[in-house]
């Protein structure tokens, strides 16, 4: 039983991943619903945004063997969001999302960064996944910038991958 959150460090300081649990349902969900036009508006994270602030505390609440969901937190705040997914372990899936105000500062590469890092070292991940609707190009981006590598055309969506290089070498 893990007593207090889990933190990653990314490579800028000020800037973590610190592990979602229940009691960030009120400020997950407040985010959820002032990022919401943002997140909605190429037609993903529809039913994530439509979320009550009962159905993200139960999410929060269901217990994973090893932390997978962090909040995005610079300085005091919480400005989005990542995801591994254990889709089918040691390979995992990848969400992100940033609050509006929070873009184009590369906050979500570093991110990203940061959780394979984790999930390399500490979930011993030897792939991960993510899928991004054709007209995504911010997340296209992000995931160039961090290694992925597009390797399937999905109908509506991209898979991208990455394997992840031995433990010790430094994420770029
Ligand atoms: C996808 C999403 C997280 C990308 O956010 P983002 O801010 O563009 O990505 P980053 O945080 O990595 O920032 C990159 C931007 O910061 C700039 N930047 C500044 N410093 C940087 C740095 N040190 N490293 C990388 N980029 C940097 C980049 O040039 C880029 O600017 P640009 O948008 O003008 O090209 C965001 O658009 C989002 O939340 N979208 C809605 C949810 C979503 O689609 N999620 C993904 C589903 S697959």
Same mark, same amino acid.
């Given at each position: 039983?893990?007593?207090?959150?889990?933190?990653?460090?990314?490579?800028?300081a000020?800037l973590?991943?610190?592990?979602?649990?229940e009691?960030?349902?009120?400020?997950?969900?407040?985010?959820?619903?002032?990022?919401k036009?943002?997140?909605?508006?190429l037609?993903?994270?529809?039913a994530i945004? %439509?979320a009550?602030?009962?159905?993200?505390?139960?999410e929060?609440?269901?217990?994973?063997p090893?932390?997978?969901?962090? %909040?995005?937190?610079?300085g005091?705040?919480?400005?989005?969001?990542?995801?591994?997914?254990a889709?089918?372990?040691?390979?995992?899936?990848?969400?992100?999302?940033?609050?509006?105000?929070?873009t184009?500062?590369g906050?979500?590469?570093?991110?990203?960064?940061?959780?394979?890092?984790?999930?390399?070292?500490?979930?011993?991940?030897?792939?991960? &996944?993510?899928?991004?609707?054709?007209?995504?190009?911010?997340?296209?981006?992000?995931?160039?910038?961090?290694?992925?590598?597009?390797? #399937?055309?999905?109908?509506?969506?991209?898979? &991208?991958h990455?394997?992840?290089a031995?433990?010790? #070498?430094?994420?770029?």
């Amino acid at each position: 039983m893990r007593t207090s959150p889990l933190v990653v460090n990314t490579a800028r300081a000020g800037l973590v991943l610190r592990e979602l649990v229940e009691q960030d349902a009120g400020a997950l969900h407040a985010l959820l619903q002032a990022s919401k036009a943002h997140l909605t508006r190429l037609g993903n994270f529809t039913a994530i945004a %439509a979320a009550d602030l009962a159905a993200v505390a139960a999410e929060l609440a269901a217990q994973q063997p090893a932390p997978l969901s962090f %909040a995005v937190v610079e300085g005091d705040a919480m400005v989005g969001r990542v995801d591994l997914v254990a889709v089918d372990p040691p390979r995992y899936g990848l969400g992100y999302w940033l609050a509006p105000w929070a873009t184009g500062r590369g906050l979500a590469t570093l991110a990203v960064l940061a959780l394979l890092e984790y999930a390399r070292d500490d979930l011993h991940a030897s792939d991960v &996944y993510a899928g991004v609707t054709h007209n995504n190009h911010a997340s296209a981006a992000v995931l160039h910038r961090t290694g992925f590598d597009r390797v #399937a055309d999905m109908g509506s969506y991209s898979r &991208y991958h990455r394997r992840l290089a031995p433990e010790g #070498a430094t994420m770029s």
